[in-house]
């Protein structure tokens, strides 16, 4: 099976743009941040919250990290100027990180400042754990110098349980997810009940603490879980938020909104849409087999 998987992935690589865009279009809001603007819209009058992400990361030289934070920085005059309910979520390797701290800190500081100004939020994604003690360190550094910034703990990993109480202890905002990286057992669990439990001890740490939590699954144990809790601690509805990937279980998102819980909606643009769309249809094997098909009808 996990052979038939990988030749199948395989085959997606060489999927002309025109087939894979028909079902990217569910997970990507569209190339150009106009495109980004009227998704978010719509899922604002339909009363979720968003933040918006440029596909992209681990630039490769100064000046993309440069034009790469001026862009996001006019992603945050255009959430001001279209008066959105948005926020944006920035991975610290699109910002250089790997390239040197220095740089990537001078523009963090330059787009927290800039969401300072206009009312607005910040959020550092975690990425692989080669990156997590420098991010972790960015937003202590970004949150001693202006409070609109938050961090991301992922659940697999077997050090989030001391990050989350260090971070219950600084009263920061935290984004708990999963986790989506590849690495060695030595450092993260791999059991699917493990991954859920430590979910939930991550949330009742930081929400016990008083923390802000934007707790972002699709996993339906995690959410009732993770609402049980709410109501034991007595945590109030403005104090945490569902999170959910645009495309991704729209009717559970529908449903968790309906019931009066705040949602946002991650909706990730850019140029850079064809990567980040590969790894979605991997963790969906339906999608990949409706993808395969669309490349062998006649005509296409």
């Known amino acids: 099976m996990h052979l038939v998987k990988g030749a199948m992935v395989g ?5 002309p743009t025109g087939i894979l865009w028909r079902f990217a279009r569910r997970y990507v809001a569209g190339a150009s941040l106009d495109e980004a603007v009227r998704v978010v819209r719509d899922l604002n009058g339909q009363g979720f919250l968003a933040t918006l992400d440029i ?8 000046a993309e990290a440069r034009a790469d934070g001026a862009a996001y920085a006019e992603v945050l005059r ?3 100027r279209q008066n959105l309910t948005c926020n944006i979520s920035v991975k610290p390797t699109h910002m250089g990180l790997k390239l040197g701290r220095d740089l990537c800190l001078e523009l963090f500081r330059r787009l ?3 969401a300072q100004r206009l009312g607005n939020f910040v959020r550092l994604d975690m990425e692989d754990s080669n990156c997590t003690d420098a991010t972790l360190d960015l937003y202590r550094t970004l949150r001693r110098e202006m409070p609109g910034v938050g961090v991301v703990l992922q659940a697999y990993l077997r050090r989030s349980q001391k990050d989350a109480k260090r ?8 984004r708990v997810c999963k986790g989506i990286y590849r690495e060695p057992a030595a450092i993260a669990f ?7 439990k430590e979910f939930i001890t991550l949330l009742e740490i930081l929400m ?3 923390c802000y939590v934007g707790i972002a699954t699709h996993d339906d144990w995690v959410i009732e879980k993770a609402r049980g809790l709410v109501a034991r601690l007595g945590i109030p509805r403005d104090r945490y938020e ?3 990937l645009l495309g991704v279980r729209p009717q559970l998102r529908d449903r968790i909104r309906g019931e009066g819980e705040r949602l946002r909606v991650y909706v990730p643009f850019g140029e850079k849409w064809r990567a980040y769309c590969l790894r979605r249809f991997r963790e969906n094997p339906q999608i990949l087999r409706h993808v395969l098909r669309a490349l062998l009808r006649p005509g296409s």
């Open 208 to 210: 016990g603490a008083g």
């Open 167 to 174: 971070l219950a202890e600084e009263g920061a905002n935290v």
């Open 78 to 80: 255009t959430i001001r």
């Open 55 to 62: 596909l992209g990361e681990h630039v490769s030289t100064e």
């Open 112 to 114: 927290t400042a800039e």
């Open 190 to 196: 791999r059991g699917r009940e493990e991954i859920r």
């Open 242 to 244: 569902f999170q959910m």
């Open 11 to 15: 085959i997606l690589h060489v999927v």
